[in-house]
């Protein structure tokens, strides 16, 4: 409700908090000094790789950067990809919204642990998540012999590409939900429940609603992530372009081959998927200020008319 | 509908919010929880509406015993003190919430939903305010759409959390002129939190005074105020007078 109380400061007060700035803020050339490191820092790290990468992309001119395109292995490796994207980013949308929901709404032993346990992939080598999953499914694994016999195969195929993209990426979804939905409480919850309203019902008309914009922020950290994987995936992948190679193998595979040129191609696509998703990201967040603004100023609008009187009559 | 409570206790780890209370309400009646902050009112309502539930003891709807029973089985209409009302849809779409939840085969049409939010608009003098969102609407006129929703599911029981705590004096009063006579009007069956005892005198045919988790006393409004039951009502009593 902060922004309920900001709505009573008179429209002159940013210009108070603004003038606060100036006045603990550093000496001018020391703020023109940090923001030039910061600029150069971006330039050199950032915005130069990206051109880089478009650049050789282009090296051997435009006929050949689409030519890569009808390459059956190149295809393959972007449709494997998708592939992945599709499947783990469903799921961890059902594991991000159940997990966050029992962590938020439910108290229970274990609580504490399953919350760390949603961190583990953050900080634990993707390699490791991948090597689990060969020591779990692969021929000499734990399942192993199982899995044979009944003639499944999850190491060196799409499941365990599946499996070690899903455990990298699960704790994006969960994570984004869980302050969100820490902060909003459960009292909309509690009001939809005794107005006979299911569990499901909850969740898409009262929970969901309230919480799109920052699983819609999860969403799209999970697809980067899911396209973008590259250690677990090369653990638990084959490797075969054209069967196994997402494109992050892909481009190693090519790069080893020195077939720079298309190295690039293949990069480059992955990177202007990385851009359209950072502008969904960036449109989402504006959405997401613009209807709070919206909101804001309907309000300040409502407080000027005659409405509030006419309660009272 | 009549509500009986028996043996009811409900600890917060070994703290006793709610301990051992024994409560009768008649139908019709309106009964009033008045106590000081933090003896357990608003937790004996919630464990009544479901929300929350005892360690022991029981609660019968008109001698269904619906312990066991989840919220959203009980129905009980339930007005939450800070109203709780959905701030993503309209004014319209919050008191409609209710009946639109319900299974397809019981549902009302959109036109009959319709027909039914906006009687009940003009029932809590707020036509013509049915596109709004709740933070386009005043504490006091909140408040009402809180009650509007919680009638629009045609409760046996309405249970109010310190309905008018958030408003001001004048507002207050007014509101509570609208309960008696809501109350007069339809006999809903209301059981209501205050920690105002000129409220819980003024509105309510009977005062349950709350200290501890434990009923202290029962009775009639005149009963209460002339025979305090033991010191802490009297004290208690007398601090606002
Ligand atoms: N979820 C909870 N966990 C732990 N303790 C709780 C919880 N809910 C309530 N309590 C404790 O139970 C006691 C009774 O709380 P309750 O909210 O029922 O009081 P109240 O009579 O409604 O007070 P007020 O008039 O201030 O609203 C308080 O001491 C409170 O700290
Ligand atoms: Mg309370």
Known sequence: MASFIDLHHPPGSDRRADRMVRSTSEPLWLRRLLIGIVLAFFVLFLALPLIVIFQGALEKGFGYFL??????DI???MLVTLIV???TVPANALFGIAAAWAITRFRFRGRQLLLALIDLPLWVSPVIGGLVYVLLYGRRGYFGPWLQAHDIRIIFAMPGIVLATTFVTFPFVARSLIPLMQAQGCEEEEAAL???ASGFEILRRITLPKIRWGFFYGLILCNARAMGEFGAVSVVSAKI????????LEIERLYNDYLFASAFTVAAALSLLSLITLLLKTIAEWQNTRQLEAG??????SSIDTIPSKANA | MSIEITALSKSFGDFPAVNNVNLKVETGEMVAFLGPSGSGKTTLLRIIAGLEFADSGNIFFSGEDVSEKSANERKAGFVFQSYALFNHMTIFENIAFGLRVVPRNKRLSKQEIRECVLSLLDTIQ?????NRFPVQLSGGQRQRVAFARALAVKPRVLLLDEPFGALDAKVRRELRAWLSEFHNKTQLTSLFVTHDQEEAFEVANRVVIIHNGTIQQIGYPDEVRSKPANSFIHDFLALDI
């Open chain 1, 85 to 87: 994207a599709l499947i």
């Open chain 1, 241 to 248: 372009s054209g069967k196994t190679n997402t494109m992050p």
């Open chain 2, 126 to 130: 707020l036509s013509g305010l049915e």
């Open chain 1, 194 to 196: 005794t107005l006979g």
């Open chain 1, 67 to 72: 030519h890569n395109f009808t390459d059956h």
């Open chain 1, 296 to 301: 804001r100023r309907a309000l300040l609008e």
């Open chain 1, 75 to 77: 295809l393959h490796s």
